[in-house]
C-alpha cells in the first residue's frame, strides 16, 4: 500500500517541517499542571497557556501528531466505539500552529497544498467551510481561484466557530472537506435527508482539515475583544485521512477500522479467536467469524482494536488499573474489552497479545510502546485474569436477569442487580447498560446511584475515624510549629499541641506538635525525620515519622517508655528534648544533595530543557524523575555518573541563604512552572554549578556525598524519565551485593573475572547454535523428509492446483512457513496442511494464492474440514488454520478440502 497510516503522518510533519516548523513530539494523554481535564482529549491541550498567555512559546511555528484520549466529561465516545466505522476513544490529531506568526492565509494555502499536491487529492471532490461573518477567510478562498464560489459555504457558531470554554480566546474556523461520493451514504438517503456538508448522520462528506483563527477573547458578559496577538491551530484525524486516502488507493469504501493500522490489530484478534475453542454468550454461532463476516461480531472486533490503543498508551504512560480517576477509565477500558472478548469465544486472557498488535503497528512512531512492552503486558494480563474470574459469573446473571424480564415482559434491569454487578463482581455501569442496550433493556440508573451513595456515605463514616495523620488535636491557641534542624540534631522546646487514636496500649498513635523542632517535616521529596522525643521524668516518645499540617510541624509515633505520668507527660505546656536519628538524617542529606548535583549534570548534558518532575530523597536511595523525551542513552548515563563524581570529588562548598523569589531568580536559582514558592525562598548554591530553590537538609560540601553510584534509568510516562541511585555507605553496599552476585556466578561457570566472560560468551553461543539447529530440525520435519511425514501430495480439482501434506510434530509456525514456500513453488494452488501434535492434538492450515481468492476463501474451507477433527478455526479469504482433537481423522479432513473445491 503506498499511503500507509505511518506514511501519512510523516509526510505531514515533513510538509511543515519544510515551512519553518518546530516538529514537537506527542504531550502526554496525562494533561501536566491542568486539574480540569482527566485527559488530553484535543491537539490544543497542551498549548493551552500558550494561548491564555500564562507561558511564552520557545517556537512561534510549531507541528506535531497528538496522542488524544475521548473518554470523560464533555467529549466522551466510549458509548458509539464499535456501533459504527468511526468513533474512537484514542485516536491521533495532526496540528500545526502558529503563535503570533502567520495567520489565516497561509493556514488555507498550506492546507490545500498539502492535501492536493502531497497526498493527491482530486480538488473536484473538495469543499471548503467558513464563519458566515469571516469575510477575510471566503476572501482568501476565492482569491485562491482554487474552488468555485458555490463550493464555498457559510455556517454559524454552531459549525464555524471554536471556543476553549465559555470565557477565554476563541475565533471562526474554516474546514475542508471532502465528498466521498453517494456510495458512502450511510443512512440520510433512507430518511429522505439530502447528503451535504455539515448535516449530521452520514459519512458521505467527511471534515479533512479544521483550522481555527484564535482573534478573541470572551469575556464572563459573552462580548468578543480582538486579541493583540493572533493565533492558528489547525486539527487533521489521522485514521479519518487514512481512510479516506486508502479508499481511493484500494477501490474499496473504508471506514477508519479499515486501514491498515486497525487491520493489524484485528488480524491479532483473528488469530485469538481462531486458537480459542469459542464459549460464547448471547447466542453466537460457535464459530467465530473473521471480521468483516458478521455485523454483530464485527461490533466486539472494533472494540477490542479501539480499547487495545488507549490501553496500551495508557499503561506505557504509568497508569495502572485502579479505583480513582484515570485508574479507573483504565480498568473500565481492559473490562470492556474482555467482556467483548467473551463474545468471541475469548474465555481465556488475550488482550496483552492483541496489545503486542498494537506496539507492531505504532511502535516505530512512539518508541514507549517498545520501551515500556513488559509493563503493559503485565499490567493488562494481571487485570483481565483478575476480572475473568467473575466476568463469567456476572455474564450468567446477566442472562438470567434477561430472560426473566423476557419472560415477565419487563424492559429495566432493577439497580439492585446493576448495584450487585458492580460491587460484587466487578461490572462498571456502563458496561451492564452496553451488554443490555442490543436487547432494548434500559437500567434503574437512580437506583443503582442510590446504593452508590450509600456506599459511599458508609466509607466516608469509615475515613472519620481517628488515622495516624488525621485525628484531632488538644492545642494551645494560636500553635504554631517553627523547623531548626538546619544546623542541629537535637533541641529542647514546648510541646504546642497533641493528637491521639481512640485506641489505647503500645500500638496507640500519638501525634505532637512542639514550637520549635529539629526535626525535617516530609517535603520537597525528602522523607520526614525519625527519632526520639524525651520528657523531663524519663518518658521516651518514638518519632517514625514527621510531617506538616495546617502551619504546624507533626511528629507521628507512639510511646516507646511511659514515665510517672506516662501520656500526661507529653500534654500541651510542657517542656520536651527533641532528638533526630543523625545516621537516617545524614543519609537522606546524602542523597538530597546528590539530586541536585544529578540535575545539573543532567542538564548539562543533555540540555536545558531537563527539568525535575518529581523526586524521592530517603536514607537508603534516591529517585529522580526529569522531563526528557526517550530513553538516556547508556554513554550518556556512564558520562553523567564520571560528571557527578567529579563534582563531588572537587568538594565544592555547599552554601545556602533566604532571599526573595525574584532576587532568587535574578541569581539564576532553577524555578520551574507549576511549582508553588513563597516571597521569601531558600536557595542552594553548590559551587560554580548550581542554585537552586529548595527547603531540604543538605551537606556542608559536595564531598561528604563520597561517591554516587546509578541504578536505574527508566521511563514512567511519556516524556518523563526516571534516574535511581545510592550515596554514600548505601553505593557502597550496592557494589558489594553485585560483587556477591558476580562471584557466585563465577562459581556456577567455574572460572573468574575475564575468564568467566568468555566462558558465558561460548554458552550462549552455543544455546544459540542448539536452537539454530532445532529450527533447522523442525523445517525438516515439516518438509516431510526423514520418514517423519508424507510426501506433498498434488492434484487437479476443477482447475485449481491442490497440494496436501500431512506430518508429526510440526508447530504452528513453522507449518505456515511450509505454506508459503509450496505457494511460492507453484505460484497459483490451494495449500493444506495438517500437523499430528500428540494423542489428542492436531493443527489444521489452508492457504490460497492470492488470484485464488476471489473464488476460493481459505476460511470457508478451514470452516467445513476443522469440524472432522473435532475442532474450529477460521480466518483471512488467504490464510486459515484451526485446531482439534481428533488426530485419527487429519486424513479424512485434508481430502475433503477436494470435496470443498469442487
Same mark, same amino acid.
Given at each position: 500500500?503506498?499511503?500507509?497510516?505511518?506514511?501519512?503522518?510523516?509526510?505531514?510533519?515533513?510538509?511543515?517541517?519544510?515551512?519553518?516548523?518546530?516538529?514537537?513530539?506527542?504531550?502526554?494523554?496525562?494533561?501536566?499542571?491542568?486539574?480540569?481535564?482527566?485527559?488530553?482529549?484535543?491537539?490544543?491541550?497542551?498549548?493551552?497557556?500558550?494561548?491564555?498567555?500564562?507561558?511564552?512559546?520557545?517556537?512561534?511555528?510549531?507541528?506535531?501528531?497528538?496522542?488524544?484520549?475521548?473518554?470523560?466529561?464533555?467529549?466522551? !465516545?466510549?458509548?458509539?466505539?464499535?456501533?459504527?466505522?468511526?468513533?474512537? @476513544?484514542?485516536?491521533?490529531?495532526?496540528? &500545526?500552529?502558529?503563535?503570533?506568526?502567520?495567520?489565516?492565509?497561509?493556514?488555507?494555502?498550506?492546507?490545500?497544498?498539502?492535501?492536493?499536491?502531497?497526498?493527491?487529492?482530486?480538488?473536484?471532490?473538495?469543499?471548503?467551510?467558513?464563519?458566515?461573518?469571516?469575510?477575510?477567510?471566503?476572501?482568501?478562498?476565492?482569491?485562491?481561484?482554487?474552488?468555485?464560489?458555490?463550493?464555498?459555504?457559510?455556517?454559524? !457558531?454552531?459549525?464555524?466557530?471554536?471556543?476553549?470554554?465559555?470565557?477565554?480566546?476563541?475565533?471562526?474556523?474554516?474546514?475542508?472537506?471532502?465528498?466521498?461520493?453517494?456510495?458512502?451514504?450511510?443512512?440520510? =438517503?433512507?430518511?429522505?435527508?439530502?447528503?451535504?456538508?455539515?448535516?449530521?448522520?452520514?459519512?458521505?462528506?467527511?471534515?479533512? %482539515?479544521?483550522?481555527?483563527?484564535?482573534?478573541?477573547?470572551?469575556?464572563?458578559?459573552? =462580548?468578543?475583544?480582538?486579541?493583540?496577538?493572533?493565533?492558528?491551530?489547525?486539527?487533521?484525524? /489521522?485514521?479519518?485521512?487514512?481512510?479516506?486516502?486508502?479508499?481511493?488507493?484500494?477501490?474499496?469504501?473504508?471506514?477508519?477500522?479499515?486501514?491498515?493500522?486497525?487491520?493489524?490489530?484485528?488480524?491479532?484478534?483473528?488469530?485469538?479467536?481462531?486458537? =480459542?475453542?469459542?464459549?460464547?454468550?448471547?447466542?453466537?454461532?460457535?464459530?467465530?467469524?473473521?471480521?468483516?463476516?458478521?455485523?454483530?461480531?464485527?461490533?466486539?472486533?472494533?472494540?477490542?482494536?479501539?480499547?487495545?490503543?488507549?490501553?496500551?498508551?495508557?499503561? %506505557?504512560?504509568?497508569?495502572?488499573?485502579?479505583?480513582?480517576?484515570?485508574?479507573?477509565?483504565?480498568?473500565?477500558?481492559?473490562?470492556?474489552?474482555?467482556?467483548?472478548?467473551?463474545?468471541?469465544?475469548?474465555?481465556?486472557?488475550?488482550?496483552?497479545?492483541?496489545?503486542?498488535?498494537?506496539?507492531?503497528?505504532?511502535?516505530?512512531?512512539?518508541?514507549?510502546?517498545?520501551?515500556?512492552?513488559?509493563?503493559?503486558?503485565?499490567?493488562?494480563?494481571?487485570?483481565? @485474569?483478575?476480572?475473568?474470574?467473575?466476568?463469567?459469573?456476572?455474564?450468567?446473571?446477566?442472562?438470567?436477569?434477561?430472560?426473566?424480564?423476557?419472560?415477565?415482559?419487563?424492559?429495566?434491569?432493577?439497580?439492585?442487580? *446493576?448495584?450487585?454487578?458492580?460491587?460484587? #463482581?466487578?461490572? +462498571?455501569?456502563?458496561?451492564?447498560?452496553?451488554?443490555?442496550?442490543?436487547?432494548?433493556?434500559?437500567?434503574?440508573?437512580?437506583?443503582?446511584?442510590?446504593?452508590?451513595?450509600?456506599?459511599?456515605?458508609?466509607?466516608?463514616?469509615?475515613?472519620?475515624?481517628?488515622?495516624?495523620?488525621?485525628? =484531632?488535636?488538644?492545642?494551645?491557641?494560636?500553635?504554631?510549629?517553627?523547623?531548626?534542624?538546619?544546623?542541629?540534631?537535637?533541641?529542647?522546646?514546648?510541646?504546642?499541641?497533641?493528637?491521639?487514636?481512640?485506641?489505647?496500649?503500645?500500638?496507640?498513635?500519638?501525634?505532637?506538635?512542639?514550637?520549635?523542632? +529539629?526535626?525535617?517535616?516530609?517535603?520537597?521529596?525528602?522523607?520526614? !525525620?525519625?527519632?526520639?522525643?524525651?520528657?523531663?521524668?524519663?518518658?521516651?516518645?518514638?518519632?517514625?515519622?514527621?510531617?506538616?499540617?495546617?502551619?504546624?510541624?507533626?511528629?507521628?509515633?507512639?510511646?516507646? #517508655?511511659?514515665?510517672?505520668?506516662?501520656?500526661?507527660?507529653?500534654?500541651?505546656?510542657?517542656?520536651?528534648?527533641?532528638?533526630?536519628?543523625?545516621?537516617?538524617?545524614?543519609? *537522606?542529606?546524602?542523597?538530597?544533595?546528590?539530586?541536585?548535583?544529578?540535575?545539573?549534570?543532567?542538564?548539562?548534558?543533555?540540555?536545558?530543557?531537563?527539568?525535575? %518532575?518529581?523526586?524521592?530523597?530517603? +536514607?537508603?536511595?534516591?529517585?529522580?524523575?526529569?522531563?526528557?523525551?526517550?530513553?538516556?542513552?547508556?554513554?550518556?548515563?556512564?558520562?553523567?555518573?564520571?560528571?557527578?563524581?567529579?563534582?563531588?570529588?572537587? &568538594?565544592?562548598?555547599?552554601?545556602?541563604?533566604?532571599?526573595?523569589?525574584?532576587?532568587?531568580?535574578?541569581?539564576?536559582?532553577?524555578?520551574?512552572?507549576?511549582?508553588?514558592?513563597?516571597?521569601?525562598?531558600?536557595?542552594?548554591?553548590?559551587?560554580?554549578?548550581?542554585?537552586?530553590?529548595?527547603?531540604?537538609?543538605?551537606?556542608?560540601?559536595?564531598? !561528604?556525598?563520597?561517591?554516587?553510584?546509578?541504578?536505574?534509568?527508566?521511563?514512567?510516562?511519556?516524556?518523563?524519565?526516571?534516574?535511581?541511585?545510592?550515596?554514600?555507605?548505601?553505593?557502597?553496599?550496592?557494589?558489594?551485593?553485585?560483587?556477591?552476585?558476580?562471584?557466585?556466578?563465577?562459581?556456577?561457570?567455574?572460572?573468574?573475572?575475564?575468564? %568467566?566472560?568468555?566462558?558465558?560468551?561460548?554458552?550462549?553461543?552455543?544455546?544459540?547454535?542448539?536452537?539454530?539447529?532445532?529450527?533447522?530440525?523442525?523445517?525438516?520435519?515439516?518438509?516431510?523428509?526423514?520418514?517423519?511425514?508424507?510426501?506433498?501430495?498434488?492434484?487437479?480439482?476443477?482447475?485449481?492446483?491442490?497440494?496436501?501434506?500431512?506430518?508429526?510434530?510440526?508447530?504452528?509456525?513453522?507449518?505456515?512457513?511450509?505454506?508459503?514456500?509450496?505457494?511460492?513453488?507453484?505460484?497459483?494452488?490451494?495449500?493444506? /496442511?495438517?500437523?499430528?501434535?500428540?494423542?489428542?492434538?492436531?493443527?489444521?492450515?489452508?492457504?490460497?494464492?492470492?488470484?485464488?481468492?476471489?473464488?476460493?476463501? *481459505?476460511?470457508?474451507?478451514?470452516?467445513?474440514?476443522?469440524?472432522?477433527?473435532?475442532?474450529?478455526?477460521?480466518?483471512?479469504?488467504?490464510?486459515?488454520?484451526?485446531?482439534?482433537?481428533?488426530?485419527?481423522?487429519?486424513?479424512?479432513?485434508?481430502?475433503?478440502?477436494?470435496?470443498?473445491?469442487?
Amino acid at each position: 500500500m503506498r499511503w500507509t497510516t505511518a506514511k501519512i503522518r510523516q509526510s505531514f510533519l515533513d510538509f511543515f517541517r519544510e515551512r519553518g516548523h518546530t516538529i514537537v513530539p506527542s504531550a502526554s494523554l496525562v494533561p501536566k499542571g491542568d486539574p480540569t481535564l482527566l485527559f488530553t482529549n484535543a491537539g490544543m491541550v497542551p498549548f493551552k497557556d500558550y494561548f491564555l498567555g500564562i507561558r511564552t512559546p520557545s517556537d512561534r511555528r510549531v507541528a506535531d501528531c497528538q496522542k488524544c484520549l475521548r473518554i470523560s466529561g464533555k467529549h466522551n !465516545d466510549l458509548e458509539a466505539v464499535g456501533r459504527d466505522t468511526y468513533h474512537h @476513544t484514542f485516536f491521533e490529531m495532526l496540528g &500545526n500552529w502558529s503563535f503570533g506568526d502567520y495567520y489565516k492565509e497561509e493556514a488555507i494555502r498550506w492546507h490545500w497544498d498539502l492535501i492536493t499536491k502531497v497526498w493527491e487529492i482530486d480538488p473536484k471532490l473538495l469543499w471548503a467551510t467558513v464563519h458566515k461573518d469571516d469575510r477575510e477567510a471566503e476572501d482568501i478562498w476565492l482569491k485562491m481561484g482554487v474552488l468555485p464560489k458555490e463550493r464555498i459555504l457559510r455556517f454559524g !457558531d454552531k459549525d464555524n466557530f471554536w471556543e476553549m470554554g465559555e470565557t477565554g480566546p476563541c475565533g471562526p474556523n474554516s474546514e475542508i472537506d471532502i465528498d466521498c461520493g453517494a456510495k458512502a451514504c450511510d443512512g440520510n =438517503a433512507h430518511r429522505g435527508v439530502a447528503c451535504a456538508v455539515n448535516v449530521d448522520g452520514c459519512s458521505r462528506f467527511i471534515e479533512l %482539515a479544521n483550522l481555527v483563527f484564535i482573534q478573541y477573547n470572551r469575556d464572563a458578559s459573552g =462580548a468578543l475583544t480582538p486579541l493583540p496577538m493572533k493565533h492558528v491551530d489547525t486539527g487533521t484525524g /489521522l485514521e479519518r485521512v487514512a481512510a479516506v486516502m486508502q479508499t481511493f488507493e484500494t477501490g474499496r469504501l473504508l471506514g477508519n477500522y479499515d486501514i491498515d493500522l486497525f487491520q493489524t490489530i484485528i488480524q491479532a484478534i483473528e488469530e485469538q479467536v481462531v486458537v =480459542a475453542r469459542p464459549r460464547v454468550h448471547g447466542g453466537a454461532t460457535p464459530n467465530m467469524p473473521a471480521y468483516g463476516h458478521q455485523a454483530w461480531a464485527d461490533i466486539s472486533y472494533r472494540a477490542i482494536a479501539d480499547h487495545v490503543r488507549a490501553i496500551s498508551f495508557l499503561v %506505557a504512560e504509568g497508569v495502572l488499573p485502579g479505583n480513582s480517576d484515570r485508574e479507573y477509565v483504565l480498568r473500565r477500558l481492559i473490562r470492556r474489552a474482555a467482556r467483548h472478548g467473551r463474545y468471541l469465544g475469548l474465555s481465556q486472557p488475550f488482550l496483552a497479545d492483541v496489545c503486542y498488535a498494537v506496539r507492531i503497528a505504532m511502535g516505530d512512531a512512539y518508541p514507549e510502546l517498545v520501551e515500556h512492552s513488559g509493563r503493559i503486558t503485565k499490567a493488562v494480563t494481571e487485570e483481565e @485474569t483478575r476480572f475473568g474470574e467473575t466476568l463469567d459469573r456476572g455474564l450468567e446473571l446477566i442472562d438470567q436477569e434477561r430472560a426473566r424480564l423476557r419472560q415477565s415482559g419487563g424492559r429495566t434491569l432493577p439497580g439492585e442487580v *446493576a448495584f450487585k454487578l458492580y460491587d460484587t #463482581y466487578g461490572f +462498571p455501569l456502563d458496561l451492564t447498560e452496553d451488554v443490555l442496550r442490543s436487547d432494548g433493556i434500559d437500567v434503574d440508573v437512580a437506583e443503582f446511584n442510590r446504593l452508590m451513595d450509600e456506599q459511599r456515605e458508609r466509607a466516608r463514616a469509615d475515613r472519620l475515624r481517628p488515622r495516624p495523620f488525621d485525628m =484531632a488535636f488538644s492545642a494551645k491557641q494560636g500553635a504554631s510549629s517553627r523547623f531548626i534542624g538546619y544546623g542541629c540534631y537535637s533541641a529542647e522546646s514546648e510541646i504546642v499541641a497533641i493528637g491521639t487514636s481512640s485506641e489505647s496500649g503500645r500500638d496507640e498513635i500519638v501525634q505532637i506538635a512542639t514550637a520549635e523542632t +529539629p526535626f525535617y517535616p516530609e517535603g520537597g521529596g525528602q522523607v520526614g !525525620d525519625c527519632g526520639v522525643i524525651e520528657a523531663e521524668t524519663g518518658a521516651v516518645f518514638e518519632v517514625v515519622d514527621t510531617r506538616k499540617r495546617d502551619g504546624l510541624i507533626i511528629h507521628i509515633g507512639h510511646l516507646l #517508655y511511659p514515665g510517672r505520668g506516662e501520656r500526661l507527660e507529653f500534654a500541651p505546656g510542657r517542656r520536651v528534648t527533641l532528638k533526630v536519628d543523625r545516621v537516617r538524617r545524614n543519609a *537522606a542529606m546524602l542523597n538530597h544533595s546528590a539530586t541536585h548535583i544529578l540535575h545539573y549534570a543532567l542538564r548539562d548534558l543533555l540540555g536545558s530543557g531537563v527539568h525535575q %518532575a518529581g523526586s524521592l530523597v530517603a +536514607p537508603d536511595r534516591l529517585r529522580f524523575d526529569f522531563a526528557h523525551q526517550g530513553p538516556v542513552g547508556a554513554g550518556d548515563l556512564e558520562t553523567i555518573e564520571e560528571e557527578i563524581n567529579a563534582r563531588i570529588r572537587e &568538594n565544592a562548598e555547599v552554601q545556602t541563604e533566604e532571599m526573595a523569589y525574584d532576587e532568587a531568580l535574578k541569581a539564576g536559582a532553577l524555578a520551574f512552572f507549576g511549582d508553588k514558592y513563597g516571597d521569601r525562598v531558600r536557595v542552594v548554591r553548590m559551587g560554580d554549578f548550581s542554585v537552586e530553590l529548595c527547603g531540604g537538609t543538605h551537606v556542608a560540601r559536595t564531598g !561528604d556525598v563520597g561517591f554516587f553510584k546509578l541504578e536505574s534509568e527508566s521511563g514512567v510516562a511519556a516524556g518523563v524519565r526516571r534516574i535511581e541511585a545510592v550515596t554514600g555507605q548505601g553505593a557502597l553496599e550496592a557494589i558489594r551485593r553485585r560483587e556477591k552476585v558476580l562471584e557466585e556466578m563465577a562459581s556456577h561457570l567455574g572460572a573468574r573475572d575475564a575468564q %568467566a566472560l568468555e566462558r558465558l560468551e561460548k554458552l550462549l553461543a552455543r544455546e544459540k547454535e542448539l536452537e539454530k539447529k532445532l529450527r533447522a530440525l523442525e523445517q525438516k520435519l515439516a518438509s516431510g523428509a526423514g520418514g517423519t511425514g508424507a510426501e506433498e501430495n498434488l492434484r487437479e480439482v476443477g482447475g485449481i492446483t491442490l497440494v496436501t501434506r500431512k506430518v508429526e510434530g510440526v508447530e504452528a509456525r513453522a507449518l505456515r512457513e511450509v505454506a508459503d514456500r509450496l505457494r511460492q513453488k507453484h505460484r497459483s494452488c490451494v495449500v493444506a /496442511l495438517g500437523s499430528v501434535l500428540g494423542n489428542d492434538k492436531v493443527a489444521l492450515l489452508v492457504a490460497v494464492t492470492p488470484d485464488l481468492t476471489a473464488r476460493i476463501k *481459505a476460511g470457508d474451507i478451514i470452516k467445513q474440514i476443522a469440524p472432522i477433527i473435532g475442532g474450529s478455526g477460521g480466518g483471512r479469504p488467504d490464510f486459515a488454520q484451526a485446531g482439534g482433537k481428533d488426530p485419527s481423522k487429519l486424513d479424512e479432513a485434508l481430502e475433503r478440502v477436494a470435496a470443498a473445491l469442487g
